[in-house]
């Protein structure tokens, strides 16, 4: 017996695991009966769980209680069969169960001898993932924590192979520079522009083109814009394309804007962080944009491929280009090398590096190309059903399309009379954003919005590991439901006003 302070005991460990254990199978086997989400507001949120720090270690029977009860109901379950937001991602069983191993091991996976099976696991899932999404597997890759930080890790990349080595040590600051530019669509995600900023390109210096009317970045419209910037001095330094919009789910062609992009020697980021592992679904195979073309690309298997958060593939088909970036190796950091290793510390800025393979080593075992097929098919059906209900109902429309399994619908009933279009416009943006409101607060399910040029468009994403056809028939129910409700009150409302029809919905 010692008096020395310490973790649990194993035993222990095993005992408070077997609770845990029990709490999450609960939780799955009553999933359905679990609200997606719970509203709640903020002070009260923090009023619950703000408490003095604690003195002294609590029981954990206490500490789970309190999860169970004061935690748990009210996150959002990004986890849950009804939960169709943003993109929809989900934890699969045997990546939970390879989570809690990686939190055990705790491996510091930043260079080959801190961790050497974890680096060479590393550099098998980059293959298998590689394979899947049809990039080559010779290209240099690392895992990531998410698509943002690996679409900036591929600008900086771009901005020194654009200006030379010397911008490591020089910079850019007081330099006789021209000017820099980055060209993506309208479409593309936010973490763009925010990589600009970081980078110190600016804001500004992200050229947005306008998509054409599916949502796509045009080839030509890319190859007037360098030609026009290239006669006024500027830089190109990137081109962002998309696969997989954040919106719609529109896919860029990828193919064409490569040869526009060699054509000026200009370095091709995808960011196919969505649209990336769909082509492994069969009725998507043929359809899928093809991405060896890309000088780096971006997948992500905590969205497609049922892998916990957070974890994303980020290739780089120009061999040495980020570690010409990254490497930076100060002596306590140096080791021996041999054509086998793989430093990963070398090709992104991040330094401390968790054990992210093993999760997606385990699913790719767990389920094979097969059973991954078979489940990313299963989701693209229940998108198929959904887009054919709404083209059925005479209120509702899909106003764009996508080959993946993002549905994006409207509600457009034509009954209230002597409006003018605009204020009809208005009345079923007010109307699509209450049915948006009023489901997900009802937590019957969870879903997202975006607006197109034809107005406030209810995103339904698909994706869920658990979700079945019954939960997506309950979904369209749930919707439709709504929105005759409201659609109710605003034709009462607009009847009893003597001024004419009233243009607000009731709350």
């Keep these: 017996m010692t008096d020395e302070p310490r973790d649990w005991l194993p035993a222990e460990f095993e005992e408070h695991g077997r609770e845990l254990l029990a709490t999450i199978r609960e939780h799955f086997e009553s999933i359905r009966d679990v609200p997606v989400t719970v509203p709640r507001s ?41 939960f169709y937001g943003y993109f929809a991602n989900s934890a699969s069983f045997p990546g939970i169960l390879a989570e809690t191993l990686s939190a055990a091991l705790n491996v510091n996976a930043m260079l080959w001898k801190s961790g050497p099976a974890a680096s060479a696991l590393e550099r098998v899932v980059l293959g298998w993932l590689a394979q899947l ?25 771009a901005r020194d192979a654009a200006l030379g080595d010397d911008v490591r040590v020089l910079g850019t600051a007081g330099r006789d520079l021209p000017v820099l530019r980055v060209y993506t669509s309208d479409q593309a995600h936010s973490s763009v522009e925010k990589a600009a900023i970081t980078l110190g390109l600016g804001q500004a210096n992200v050229l947005k083109l306008r998509s054409d009317e ?11 814009a360098i030609r026009r910037d290239l006669a006024d001095g500027v830089k190109p330094v990137a081109v962002v394309a998309t696969v997989g919009t954040t ?24 960011d196919a962080a969505y649209g990336g592992f769909w082509r492994v679904a069969p009725s998507l195979a043929d359809s899928a944009e093809d991405l060896t073309a890309a000088d780096s690309l971006v997948v ?18 120009r061999r040495g280009a980020l ?4 490497r930076l190796v100060p002596e306590y950091l140096t080791s021996p090398q041999d054509d086998e290793i793989v430093d990963f510390m070398d090709l992104s800025p991040q330094l401390g590096r968790s054990f992210r393979a093993l999760k997606v080593w385990w699913i790719i075992r767990s389920f094979g190309r097969q059973g991954l097929a078979d489940r990313l098919e299963h989701s693209v059906r229940l998108a198929e059903w959904l887009r054919g209900e709404v083209a059925r109902h005479p209120d509702w429309r899909c106003p764009v399309t996508s080959i993946y399994p993002l549905v994006c619908l409207r509600f457009e009933p034509e009954g209230i009379r002597d409006l003018t279009e605009s204020d009809r416009r208005k009345l079923h ?19 997202s919005h975006t607006v197109l040029d034809d107005g406030y468009v209810i995103r339904v994403s698909i994706g869920n590991i658990h979700t079945s056809r019954a939960d997506v028939e309950r979904l369209w129910r749930r919707l ?14 607009a009847s009893a006003s003597p001024a004419g029809p009233r243009h607000e919905t009731a709350s």
């Design 133 to 157: 999404v049809g990039y080559p597997e010779e290209a240099d890759g690392v895992l990531v924590n998410g698509a943002s930080l690996a679409t900036l890790y591929a600008l900086a990349a």
């Design 429 to 447: 943006d007010m109307l699509n954003a209450d049915i948006v409101g009023d489901l997900n607060a009802s937590g019957d399910a969870f879903v």
């Design 214 to 224: 599916q949502g796509r970045l045009r080839a030509d419209t890319l190859d007037e």
């Design 42 to 82: 903020s002070a009260d949120l923090m009023a619950s769980l703000r408490t003095e720090l604690p003195e002294t270690g609590e029981d954990f029977a206490r500490i789970l209680g309190d999860t169970r009860e004061q935690v748990m109901p009210y996150v959002v379950h990004w986890n849950h069969p009804s």
């Design 247 to 270: 919106s719609i789910g529109a896919a860029d062609p990828v193919p064409a804007l490569a040869e526009v992009c060699a054509r000026h020697g200009v370095w091709l980021h995808v």
């Design 480 to 493: 439709t439901e709504i929105a005759e409700r409201r659609y109710a009150q605003c034709a009462d409302a």
């Design 323 to 326: 570690a010409r970036t990254f």
């Design 300 to 317: 992500n298997p905590h969205k497609c491929l049922y892998a916990p958060m957070e974890v994303t593939a980020f290739y780089c088909r």
